[in-house]
Each structure stands twice: as structure tokens, then as C-alpha cells.
């Protein structure tokens, strides 16, 4: 009887194929990154870099072709007031919403994280809910309350005789949008620093309260410090969704004249490239905004990684 030899494995093969499977499995999610995110910033900066040249009357074929503009158009956006009176808004509206909105998530963090507190599933999820209801149908439920027609609390000042101030004008029209992000976002954000707050061991509080430390020491002393990392998680968080603002100017313009078509950035993006039909100019200064962003972003957290260096140093 005779015995078959069986091929002896080549090593070599069997290197390669472990050492190319990791790149396999990083395949579609390259693609996705390349189809959905690369491509679409690359075409946004080709844009950028162009312009629109109009021949006599614009009229007929050929009369109209894109050419190279180099950087006037991000010239033009430097240089243009209404995108740096948006920007000046942005930064007050941000001024309001940020501090307001994570001091009220770390309020509410530490409240549910108190032994003290019942029903915290339920407050809990009270207090995430708003989270989970859209921007514009925040903004849209928002502005009708602030309508003097149709606002129930406008019927109840009136019933009592006291002042109806016009949310939707002037000055008020800033506590009006922050009121409006204020309640969507104070609850995501708790649920962060909350969950960074059950991940302290029970044996840090049992050593503190041996030391004679009350609840509102160890708020101060223990918790605090240590959700530190997730406090700058969400301001940094907070400074991106501030500087892309959109949605809720955007739909309570309707509802009054005091919001221009330009009231933030994204906004003045939105009217240059489909109100005025300048995607170039447009795509300027989008790249100018993420540009912004980006270098704020990345400074905040440079800055607050140093200072936590510096702090586990001492």
C-alpha cells in the first residue's frame, strides 16, 4: 500500500496572509473614509481655489467657465463683515450656552450620583430625554412657546399683569437660542460625566467619609477631580457644536426679523451657496470655519493635556 506525501505548509504564505489581514479587515472602512469624508473636503478646497468668470452678458454657451482664483476667495471671506459679525454672535451665544449647559450637566451628575436621590432611573432619564428630540423640532417646539400669540406662559404673564419681554428680539434673542441648546444638550452631557462618576471605586468614598469628609466635601475633593477628563471631553464637544450652530437661528427666522440670513457662519455658508449661487465663496469659507475649529479643538485639548501633565507631576 502505498502512503501520499503531503505538501509541507509554506511559511512564507501563511507570514503574508496574517501579516495582510489586518489591512483586509481596515479596507471598508478606509473606502467609507475616502468615499464619504476625504473625497468631500478635497473637492470642497478645489472649489475653494476657483471661481466663477462671466464673458459679456452671460448669456449662450461658453459664456459662463470656471477658472483658478488662487486665495481671493479667501481673501474676500477675511475680509467680509457679515461673516465677522456671525462669528462675533457665535462667540456670544457660545459665551452663554457652554458654561450654563455643562455647569447644569455637572449639577445634575452629581445630584444623581448621591446616595440621597430616588427614582434616579427615571430622573435620569428625564433629564437625557430632551436629548433625543431633533434640533429643529426643538427649535420649532421653542419658538412658538416664544410667540406672544400662541405661548401659553405669554397668556399667564398677561393674566397676572406682569411684563411680557419679546424673547424673539434684540437681546433676549441670545438667551432665547442658548435656552434652546441648553435644554438638548445638558442632558448628553450628564450622561457622560455621570457614567465617569459611577466608575470611581466605592472604596475611594468609604475612605473619605472614615475621614470625616462630608457629601459636599467629597463632591468638591474627590468627584470633581476625578471626572476631570470627561468635563474637558464635553466642553470640547460643546466649543464644536457652538462654532457649527445652525439649526435653531435657522428656523426661528421665520418667526421673527431680528435673525438675518447671516446670523451664524454656517448660515452665511448656506445663503452664499444657494441663496446667492456662489458654491466657491462658499466652500472658502467652510473650509475657513473647519480650518477654526480645528485649531481651537486641538489647542484646547493640547492645552488641557499639559495642564493634567503638569498636575500628575506635582
Not at 452629581?110 to 429643529?136: H, K, N, Q
Amino acid at each position: 500500500m502505498t502512503r501520499r506525501t503531503v505538501p509541507a505548509p509554506n511559511r512564507r504564505t501563511g507570514k503574508r496572509g496574517v501579516r495582510s489581514a489586518p489591512y483586509l479587515f481596515l479596507l471598508p472602512a478606509t473606502a467609507l473614509f475616502a468615499l464619504f469624508f476625504a473625497l468631500p473636503i478635497g473637492y470642497a478646497l478645489w472649489l475653494s481655489l476657483h471661481k466663477v468668470e462671466v464673458s459679456g452678458l452671460g448669456l449662450g454657451k461658453g459664456a459662463r467657465s470656471e477658472v483658478w482664483a488662487g486665495v481671493e476667495n479667501y481673501t474676500a471671506a477675511f475680509t467680509d463683515s457679515e461673516l465677522l459679525h456671525g462669528a462675533l454672535r457665535v462667540l456670544g451665544y457660545g459665551a452663554l450656552v457652554i458654561p450654563v449647559m455643562l455647569g447644569l450637566a455637572l449639577l445634575f451628575a452629581l445630584m444623581l450620583d448621591s446616595e440621597r436621590v430616588r427614582l434616579t432611573p427615571f430622573t435620569r432619564l428625564a433629564i437625557f430625554l430632551p436629548y433625543a428630540v431633533p434640533g429643529v423640532v426643538a427649535a420649532l417646539l421653542w419658538g412658538f412657546l416664544y410667540l406672544p400669540d400662541v405661548s401659553p406662559f405669554y397668556y399667564v404673564l398677561d393674566k397676572l399683569g406682569l411684563p411680557q419681554p419679546d424673547l424673539l428680539d434684540g437681546g433676549p434673542l441670545y438667551l432665547a437660542l442658548s435656552n434652546i441648546a441648553v435644554w438638548g444638550g445638558t442632558g448628553f452631557n450628564m450622561i457622560v460625566i455621570y457614567t465617569s462618576l459611577r466608575a470611581i471605586p466605592a472604596e475611594v468614598y468609604e475612605a473619605a467619609k472614615l475621614d470625616g469628609c462630608s457629601p459636599l466635601q467629597i463632591a468638591l475633593r474627590i468627584k470633581i477631580p476625578m471626572v476631570a477628563p470627561s468635563l474637558v471631553l464635553t466642553f470640547f464637544f460643546s466649543i464644536i457644536a457652538t462654532l457649527q450652530v445652525f439649526s435653531e437661528p435657522t428656523t426661528l427666522k421665520p418667526l421673527t426679523n431680528s435673525v438675518p440670513t447671516t446670523w451664524s457662519p454656517l448660515m452665511k455658508v448656506y445663503q452664499d451657496a444657494f441663496g446667492k449661487g456662489d458654491i466657491h465663496s462658499a466652500a472658502a469659507t467652510a473650509v475657513l470655519i473647519a480650518v477654526v475649529t480645528l485649531v481651537l479643538s486641538f489647542g484646547f485639548l493640547r492645552a488641557a493635556n499639559s495642564r493634567t501633565k503638569q498636575g500628575e507631576a506635582r
